[in-house]
């Protein structure tokens, strides 16, 4: 059973950073590519990052580009997600997902897990 757990949420002043973190269990990381979106209130779920299976290529929403980035551990299991420069617009619940693919990608995601909480203030 693929299980994925988003950890690492919280509140924050504009211009702070945070580190989510996503640990997986269940499938073997390093066969799937990993991704990170955010859902905010009244708002459809919008992509924010992407790494493949080996850490060596990335993509991001334009919103983030320069601001987040996106990292694997392969041994540890675990995707991260490093938010600096943190504005308002960037409170949502955030949430991991695993795809069936090494190749990154904006969709197309097999696995999801819970979300965890950003709240940046103003």
């Known amino acids: 059973q693929v299980q994925l757990v988003a950890s690492g949420g919280g509140w924050v002043h504009a211009g702070g950073s945070l580190r989510l973190s996503c640990a997986a269990s269940g499938l073997t990381s390093s066969s799937y590519a990993m991704g990170w979106f955010r859902q905010a209130p009244g708002k459809e779920r919008e992509f924010v990052a992407s790494i493949n299976w080996n850490g060596d290529n990335t993509v991001y929403a334009d919103s983030v580009k320069g601001r987040f980035t996106v990292s694997r551990d392969n041994i540890k299991n675990t995707v991260y997600l490093q938010m600096n420069s943190l504005k308002p617009e960037d409170t949502a619940v955030y949430l991991c997902?695993?795809?069936?693919?090494?190749?990154?990608?904006?969709?197309?995601?097999?696995?999801w897990g819970q979300g965890t909480q950003v709240t940046v203030s103003s």
């Open positions: 997902a695993a795809r069936i693919s090494r190749y990154v990608a904006t969709n197309g995601y097999n696995y």
